[in-house]
């Protein structure tokens, strides 16, 4: 500093004089110029240092990224390691105009779920997620560990949903009505098992065997078990434009007490009655069902439809046939299409191109045949319209007039309930 | 580097020099130096291009904030986007010295919740809030989906909260005894619903119309409802100072079985014993309950009190009158004021002062009558000292001395249980 | 930026010059150079001061830290305070080959939790955890607020496991084989209670009291209440190298009601039958356990081993023995070793040394003996081999295979069933 000082003193006198100085005078400020460059230079030099210093601090800081695109994650970019945070809330208002059965206006908290999921390492993924519904009812639904060092290969491992039906596989946050069509009847619940999948461009195949749910264990008797396989082909795929063709089956062997049952809700889970319901079915061997899937989409217009049929073959008694299927057409009204994902053939969450939403209107015929042989579970089929408002991609409001008919109900009776029905959805 | 070292040694030879150079050394020295100049004047333009790169990076970093203020959240500063994990834990131990009734001396996990909240662009809110509470059992509490879009209004649907008492709206967090004063037997329960509420500078005001209870749900039969306001407002607010006024109500329908009750533990939940209990009352109509709320603080003092009366109006026989009163007074012991909110027309946590936390000291006396008519539910008068001690605003352990006096209890008899529990809370 | 190319412009021609210049050119040229190392220096000095603003902002930022090395931690580094989230994932298969007992072949999810754990500033830390276990059941386990504020003294208060059995305090992520051993139907539940604990660099003690279970709570009747305490020592240690002895114990009132019963799984939770169960005693006074705790590494190689006594006093009536012990090996094949923590008398994790994770083999013999006087609960031996698999440290798969054999069972039968398992535990 000093040194500075003098030189800078210097240099003022010699740049107030007039004169030319000497040679002498000239050379020793040459001289002290050198001194002042050669600071310079260690002061640039440690300027170096230190940025580099931080440069090197910001890159390892960089080594965990949080990210809020897909849910809150938290990601070690060294090894590979994530954790996720997120859940999903269905608040659901419905008022029934009945016709024989008592269905009970009323409000439910249809669905509330919080989970946990992330990745050990670059190969592995976890899920493990809680869900409270109905009533207070709190169980686990999606807790599994898969691996994923084959890509495109999947192997998972734990409680997850069988590949079963395009409506099954795709998120409650995503389906286009408030519940899914009658023969939902069909599709196998949450369960145990091992499955593996796959997928190319156009195509998506999965397998895997699997338990009984949780609630049915019984320590007298043996689990049953069941083998499902699902595969689906995009034969046609272009922006906003897509073919869905897709086949899916499950075979089933009931735990030792040999029983099965098969019911439906209006399509409305406020209420928790059943119109058809074939009662328990006793001496079952084994039960087939077989989904045999479509949809079709162009731009903001798409078509789904499915047709399910099970076989329950029973010891020393008739096999019986129960079907079902559902037809849609939506209409996204602001112009947007549903995001089909033909990796997983199923569909996405629609992402609202316009700052006040998405508007969407669908319809909907659902039938369901629950009577075979001496088995008298009841028809039903309705009819649907419905209409959603999509704030967010993760925000939407959803409304749905239903006009059910029985023919009869699961206890003979003709009866044609009419439904409003309105929810809150929010995932996180 | 070459050039750098030539020229320095060439500096040390000429600096070492005794006698001055002559016109064309001087000259060569000049322009070593100038080449020195430009090679450090590109050194600080290469150090200034990487601090603004590096500033830059800090810029895009800072779009996610982390912050511990207020819980843990992850928020993103563009979309408004935030997550939120908290939770509350509530351990309880407590002896009895019972009189008739045999209460059951014993440890309880009173409250542990866990919750994920957070904001869905600028003008959303949720909470998902999970309960495993008394004796394993597990629930929702808080799960909610709130619109701000036009503050200070702010519409909330879910399952939360009646806007009703003044105890009743401050949070299990935040009151000053362990358990809220016996006229809680009227409060409405967590029921799913919608309500609006607004606030100024000096006054709240909400109301809104709920459903039943989750754990209620029965098919049969058509869920009751009910419809509750609140208005606070604080004529005379200072540092430390306020003076609240309250008033809130509920009207209620039962579901269609017709049926109430109204019971109350005697203060402490580690029994589940009450000692006063209408019972079910059955034929009921409607109900009405209205709350006159007020509360005046001046620096550690402060006084609390609410009155309650609820209506039951039955077919075809008496209305039924029930109510209830507290008072009581608190007083920090360390000089802190307990923080009133006029905005919401409740209380907030104390925030202790001292490194060594803050002490509170409180007498509270509480009385309620189910005896009415037909309906011999019983009276309570409870006399309570409370000694809490706040390590941190998010942490405290709590005793409370309990001398209950029932004349006469839900079964006809006159008895004065005693009774000593402690606390441990912690909330994050 | 005028100037320096006046001044480049003039160097240039100056540089171009081959021939000496007057000395007047000379003094404009290094009065030139002055004004340029002036304005170097200003602008040295502006990059000193950016720089140091952003590793202040930089400084400001690392407040908070994300780490993500013992679970997914945020924290504040100036209040202390933190919250990490986690879990843990156990998914089970069994297969058995029963004898007279059916036992039920099938899968569970054996362990699913979530918790949020953290400190409050520096001296308080709290866990909140919650399990979703068997057939559905959720429930509150690690619950608890602990002080650290006299290190190495904890004190801590809530709901968590009494200290007792070397086995016992292992966490089950840690455990050699899928199931603790037969006798630890005489170790403690979970219970609400206060312990205080304390270690050195070769020990570790550790005493409290604790209430009944949470599902337990009745309320006419006291909750039982017990008090354990645990007391381990290696006197060898070193790299790769301990032995481990220790002993605990529990004394405990049952509630009231004077009832208790010992009973015991076969090693395996798919199944929820017990071949040996005393079934209810009662007329209790009191119980007392004690346990001799022994473990022993070399390398690869451990020893493990327990012995359990129980006595259980009865009112007028002769007092009960039962006992049991355990004794295990475990071999490292890919050359890790068992992780002994002697500051908590129990194990950690395993932290494969290789890419392609570590290999574990064990074999155990176990006995458990629950008949006395008049209760005859029977007696069973099992001879457990495993085979562990660790990918990640949070990442295991294990295969046990069981000869169990009853002589007699609680039927006073033999039976000699053999069961197959496997698990897939995943923790985060």
């Given at each position: 500093m000093k040194r500075t000082l003098t030189l800078l003193s210097l240099i003022s006198i010699t740049a107030q004089a007039t004169e030319t100085p000497d040679l002498e005078t000239l050379y020793r400020l040459l001289q002290a110029q050198q001194r002042q460059l050669q600071r310079q230079q260690e002061e640039i030099a440690g300027l170096r240092r230190q940025l580099a210093k931080l440069q090197g601090k910001h890159a390892r800081k960089r080594r965990i990224k949080i990210s809020t695109k897909n849910g809150f994650t938290i990601k070690d970019r060294d090894s590979g390691s994530s954790l996720r945070i997120g859940g999903r809330v269905h608040i659901d208002q419905a008022f029934y105009h009945q016709d024989e059965t008592s269905l009970g206006n009323g409000a439910k908290l249809r669905r509330a779920r919080l989970f946990a999921a992330g990745a050990i390492g670059h190969d592995w993924r976890f899920k493990s997620e809680i869900e409270f519904g109905e009533n207070g009812k709190v169980g686990p639904r999606n807790v599994w560990l898969a691996w994923r060092g084959w890509k495109p290969l999947k192997v998972t491992l734990g409680h997850f949903q069988e590949p079963f039906s395009l409506e099954g596989m795709t998120s409650s946050n995503a389906i286009t009505f408030m519940e899914r069509a009658l023969p939902f009847a069909f599709t196998p619940d949450y369960h145990i098992g091992a499955a593996v999948s796959g997928h190319g461009e156009r195509w998506s195949a999965s397998a895997g065997i699997f338990g009984d749910t949780?609630?049915?264990?019984?320590?007298?008797v043996d689990q049953g078990w069941g083998s499902a396989a699902r595969f689906t082909f995009a034969p046609w795929r272009g922006d906003g434009r897509f073919l869905h063709l897709g086949l899916s089956g499950e075979y089933r062997q009931p735990d030792s007490r040999h029983r099965v049952r098969f019911r439906s809700r209006p399509e409305s889970y406020v209420t928790g009655k059943r119109l058809v319901d074939t009662r328990t079915i006793d001496r079952v061997q084994d039960t087939f069902k077989g989904v045999a899937e479509g949809a079709f989409g162009y731009g903001p217009l798409s078509l789904q439809g499915e047709y399910f049929h099970t076989w329950v073959e029973r010891r020393g008694l008739s096999t019986l046939n129960f079907s079902g299927w559902y037809a849609y057409g939506s209409w996204l009204l602001s112009g947007e299409s549903r995001p089909y994902r033909p990796q997983s053939g199923n569909f996405g969450r629609i992402v609202p191109a316009h700052r006040w939403g998405a508007w969407e209107l669908g319809l909907r015929y659902s039938a369901l045949d629950l009577s075979d042989g001496d088995v008298r579970g009841g028809r039903e089929r309705n009819l649907t319209v419905g209409l959603n408002w999509y704030l967010f991609p993760n925000l939407r409001f959803m409304a749905n007039y239903i006009l059910a008919d029985t023919s009869p109900n699961r206890d003979g009776r003709h009866e044609r309930p009419r439904i409003f029905q309105l929810r809150g959805q929010v995932d996180f």
């Open positions: 949780l609630q049915s264990r019984n320590d007298n």
